[in-house]
């Protein structure tokens, strides 16, 4: 039997003895036309043995085949066939059922190698079976055919479930290469080949080696769809940027950017000039040319808006950054009517230019993922101030969509949309852990002023709605007794005559009745509470590539979440026991880092160094007395009784005396004046 590497035509040496023959199946679960019936054999009498002998061989293989036999008995029948038709040649269906049947399925696949990367093992082939596919695709050719597109597909898919991400680029430049079109599935399964191998261990050391790798293939297949105009699929565009976190590839992002959404990085409030093409050049020079069709792009929706914010700040562009968030979210209604043309004044060609088709701007409405993937990104960055400033535009939205809810239940509104940010926890975390790393103290007192108005917001905010519980559930359970009281016309004319106020207003409501709440459950920590729910992001193979639904255009609205009042209220409780621990930590960081600066200051007066005083804006040299006015310290208080005197052998030990900065003064919570403390580090200090 010819090895995965040998040619399957060559000639071989072996014995044409073999055991009589099994009887065929008379059913299968899988028929098919082609095996059905034996391929025509050259006119032999019947008492030739070879003839007799490859008839058998082919008995055995279509039998294999129908059976659903073993990957090896499979392969070792064709290899039995192939190696006694010498220059006979076998149908094209055969070999492709051969191609399915002679490994594993992918998913078998899958789990084997699941199986060997959690026991620390490294697979030592990408695919076991690759030598069998060559082999086969070799026949194939050697027949005078052609493999189709969906055996170079069943090939790619095998080579994804092991990640094989060399192996699925060298298939996909083969087939390019005999003149097969790819489509979107065959550009999926090379991103799913590369996100998987994404995925295994690998050493420190040869992590940059594979990241570099991943990109240069995500840029080949992205500037193909791109040259091919294949449009992109969900599947496609969730696989790139999943190797796109990975790869951090500026460049290839912006393509997928202009090709998967029509927006450009560059100019977010202008459609690619790629899309625009070179017949507005012409037009202008009075050269009319018809215009190419636009690929068809997914909509924008608010996930893909925090995606493209998410890989922005792991890239640490934050001009694009910025940029791309108060465009995309904010979009300019008109923005051709603030540009111009070059052309617009010369009027040499005597030919009017057409105005441009009517463009939507790409655009999505944050919510409060996308405020904490921006303040987390800009803290990361170093960038306080412009942390600072969507800190405040979160707290303002907060307010703004809390207000627009409320007044949606006072005027009845059947359906009410559930408010899309929020602030909590995790949107001020970053600037709390910029301001310890920095010892800003202004920042952290910035949060110290701002956490008492969010967190007496959210208190109030969860007795409004609690009320608004209690009183639909009172109404439900008037309705229900007057329902079971009295089932006659009037009554029931009685309860749809109902309403519910809301609080503090006479106003009524319609809203659906909520069920009881659970106040006998035991209470969950609101972090682990979190973490149960936090959506589980979707397996790499989970992803559908087969599915091509109809893609909505990039104007159609996104579909809206309707209030749950139970969910609301059980966020805003979570929501105030993490912002009342966080409280205590802003405070206890304040404390301790003030107290550091206050030593370190005074270290460099006690040796008579030089401090900036933010109020004279200058740097002098201060007496201690007048240091320990300033900034809060006080004397130590005689006490009746002098302390014990410490043991003369451990100052001995240690062989120094205290230091006279600790042991002369004492540290209170006194705070520092503002003009003071609020600028001690902006100036460098220089010893």
Known sequence: MPTCGRHALAPAIQSITRVAPRRLLRASSRPSSTLSHSPGFPNASPSSPTAYLRKQKFNDLRES????????????????????????????????HVLRKCTPSSAELRKGMAKTLAAGKTPKSPHRHEGRFQTIIRNIRAAKASPDLDDYHFILEQFAAVGHHIGAMHVYKELTQVGIKPRSKTFGLCFQAIAHRM????????????????????????????????????????????????????????ELMKWGYGIDLSNPDRPPLEFLGPQNIKSDLGIQAQAKSTPTQQPFSTAALNTTIDILGRIGNVSKLVQAFEVLTQPLPHANDHMFSSFDDDEDFGVANTPHSVWIPPHASPN??????????LCTLGHATLARHYAREAIYWDRQKDRVTKTKIKDCRDEIPAPKISVNRGTLLPILGLS????????????????????????????????????????????NRLLNRSPDSSAVDAVNTLSVDAPNSDASTTYTPVPEPTANLPKIDPLIERSRNKPRELDIFEIDIDSLPPIPPPSSREPVRLLDLDLHIRVLERDIAELEEFSKDVDDTLGRNTQRVKEGLGRRVWAGKGVYMADQNIR????????????????????????????????VAKGRSPPPFFQNNQVTKTEVSQSVLGHLTSMPHKE
């Open 65 to 96: 085949l129908l059976r659903g036999d073993s990957p090896s008995r499979v392969w070792a029948d064709y290899s039995d066939l192939l190696n006694l038709m010498g220059f006979e040649k076998l149908p094209l269906e055969v070999h492709q």
């Open 620 to 651: 002098r040299e201060v007496s201690r007395e007048e240091w320990i006015n300033t900034v809060g310290f006080r004397r130590e208080r005689p006490r009746d009784l002098p302390p014990p005197p410490r043991p003369a052998t451990m100052m």
């Open 199 to 254: 995925t295994f261990p690998v050493p420190e050391n040869k992590k940059e080696h594979r990241s570099e790798e991943a990109r240069r293939m995500m840029f080949d297949l992205v500037r193909e769809m791109r040259n091919r105009r294949t449009p992109f699929t969900a599947a496609n565009l969730d696989l790139t940027i999943r190797i796109l976190k990975e790869t951090l590839d500026m460049e290839t992002f912006e």
């Open 436 to 479: 310890n790393r920095t010892k800003n103290l202004t920042l952290t007192r910035w949060l110290t002023r701002k956490l008492p108005g969010v967190l007496r917001l959210k208190r109030y905010n969860l007795e409004y709605y609690s009320k608004y519980r209690e009183r639909v559930q009172r109404q439900q359970a008037h309705k």
């Open 368 to 377: 409060t993922t996308s405020y904490i993937m921006m303040i987390r990104h």
